[in-house]
């Protein structure tokens, strides 16, 4: 034929001849081919099944379509799980996995749906209605954890935004200072890494007076015995009006106080006292009572420092407000930062500066579901839309954690390295006689433990399947919790224990 023709035909066919290092290779598409890089992921399909989550999920949907021809709900909620499963920040980003060959059969949909089907859906949704949807499902991951003592963290971050949607003020941003933003405001279980609520507002409500009202109704929905046994917030959440809804609720608190005149008063009359004790971690604290001027009552707090040392004692200065000295005299003085607690619970000092200084993994949190998440886009011009996707997102951050708990009980992944683990790999999906065959290839370096620990919590759902079918889908969810967060309950929490063979046959 020559060689002409031949490359006349090949690229008929779709094949393209390259050159590369390792000699000539024959490129060519087969767009119908059942494939996926996220071969993993059936194992967590068979979660959702197995505890009920999704069916559940998608039955108290309130989207609800007129047309014959409209999009299907599941497939709705189907491509917008995949897609926040698999670290999408845009609503465009569904199109990269919209011809997924396995995965839409395997959540029951014929194929999933496009990027503009799944923003107008969202649309069509009445937010009151989809809020509370998203709320009692958020609620159903972390209730049967509420049985043992927890610490409700409270915080809000910013959303940057770059265009003209609904509610983009510019506000509090301490690292792009004058740029538009939306703030979310969330309540974390301390530890867990479970969200319990997301609320989004413009960004210049980041005060905790936009959001506590929410937060409030939320804890007095929730039973006395299982509410927090400490609600934890940082230097925002240290004024009169949370500390008094917190008082008449009898719900003990421990937040930071900003270092105002007062508080340094109090610093300078406390500067030379012989009460300092340890503090852990190289702080020493003392405790006394405040009444700020604003407020209602004295309240106790804890005065904590821990010497400056090195560059820090070079560039402390008084407008730091955290750093200075009280004492005028020609005699050298240590130089501290201070940090004041207020609290209204009975713990020593010691507890106390632990039980603020692990706040910080809060900050983790924010850093995960807003850089490896979705917090940081699925954005719209709406606020509504913005809403629901919050809620979402931190929905199957939820969803994601319990699964990857039950692989690893003892420490948090996060998807930076959870979803190369348990997620990513090339799978290949056949059919013969009769049998429905997915072949797993994972590139990882660690694919053998990887297997294995795939295997033993496929052989964990199995065993629930098996031995437990008279219970509901709760009661496999709090087995479930059970196991994922062995570490956290107490043993006399959680669900009654797993059935035997012969107590199951019984």
């Known amino acids: 034929m020559g060689e002409a023709s031949r490359k006349a035909l090949a690229g008929q066919n779709g ?3 390259l050159d590369t290092f390792g000699g000539r290779i024959h490129v060519e598409w087969d767009p119908a081919a059942a494939v996926t890089p996220l071969g993993q992921l059936p194992f967590f399909i068979e979660f959702l099944k197995v505890s009920g989550l999704f069916e559940t999920w998608v039955a108290d949907c309130p989207l609800t379509y007129q047309s014959n021809h409209a999009s299907d709900k599941r497939a709705v909620l189907a491509t917008l799980l995949l897609s926040i499963l698999a670290g999408h920040h845009r609503y465009a980003h569904i199109t990269a996995m919209r011809h997924d060959g396995i995965h839409p059969e395997l959540l029951g949909v014929s194929k999933l749906v496009s990027e503009d089907a799944a923003r107008r859906a969202l649309a069509r949704i009445d937010e009151a209605s989809g809020v509370a949807w998203l709320d009692r499902h958020l609620a159903k991951t972390t209730q049967p954890l509420l049985t043992t003592p927890w610490i409700l963290d409270l915080d809000a971050t910013v959303k940057c935004l770059y265009g003209k949607q609904e509610g983009a003020v510019v506000g509090y941003n301490p690292k792009k200072p004058g740029r538009p933003s939306h ?20 960004g210049n409500e980041t005060a905790p007076l936009h959001s506590m009202p929410g937060i409030w109704a939320w804890l007095d929905a929730v ?8 609600l934890r917030g ?11 809804e917190a008082e008449a609720r009898s719900q003990p608190y421990l937040t930071k106080l900003r270092v105002t005149k007062n508080v340094k008063a109090l610093i300078q009359t406390l500067f030379r006292s012989t009460a300092w004790e340890e503090a852990g971690h190289g702080w020493e604290g003392v405790e006394d009572t405040l009444r700020l001027s604003g407020w209602s009552r004295a309240r106790r707090v804890v005065v904590l420092r821990r010497p400056l040392t090195g560059e820090l004692l070079m560039t402390g200065t008084d407008a730091d407000q ?7 005299s020609d005699v050298p003085t240590k130089r501290y930062e201070y940090a004041v607690l207020v609290t209204s619970t009975s713990y020593e000092i010691l507890a ?44 199957v951050y939820n969803w994601w954690t319990l699964f990857v708990r039950l692989a690893q009980p003892h420490k948090h992944f996060e998807a930076i390295s959870s979803r190369p683990l348990l997620l990513h790999g090339v799978a290949t999906h056949t059919h013969h ?4 065959r997915l072949t797993i290839t994972s590139l990882h370096a660690k694919r053998s433990a990887i ?7 496929a052989g964990f759902l199995r065993t629930l399947k098996a031995t437990a079918e008279q219970w509901t889908d709760a009661d496999r969810l709090r087995a479930i919790l059970t196991r994922a967060f062995a570490t956290f309950l107490l043993p006399t929490a959680g669900p009654p224990a797993l059935p035997t063979s012969e107590t199951a046959a019984t």
């Open 322 to 328: 955290e750093r200075f000295d009280f004492i005028a």
């Open 223 to 230: 039973p006395k015995a299982v509410r927090p046994a400490v």
């Open 183 to 202: 703030s979310y405001h969330s309540a974390m279980m301390a530890n867990t890494r479970l969200a319990l609520a997301v609320d989004v507002l413009p």
């Open 352 to 395: 106390l500066a632990q039980l603020y200084r692990d706040r910080a993994d809060a900050e983790n949190t924010f850093d995960e579901l807003k850089n490896q998440w979705g917090w940081g886009g699925f954005t719209t011009q709406d606020l509504a839309r913005c809403r629901l996707m919050a809620r979402m997102v931190a929905l």
């Open 451 to 457: 297997q294995a620990v795939l295997t033993n919590v």
């Open 433 to 436: 006689a009769g049998q429905t």
């Open 15 to 17: 094949a393209i001849a």
């Open 234 to 244: 940082d230097v925002a959440f240290g004024n009169e009006s949370v500390l008094r």
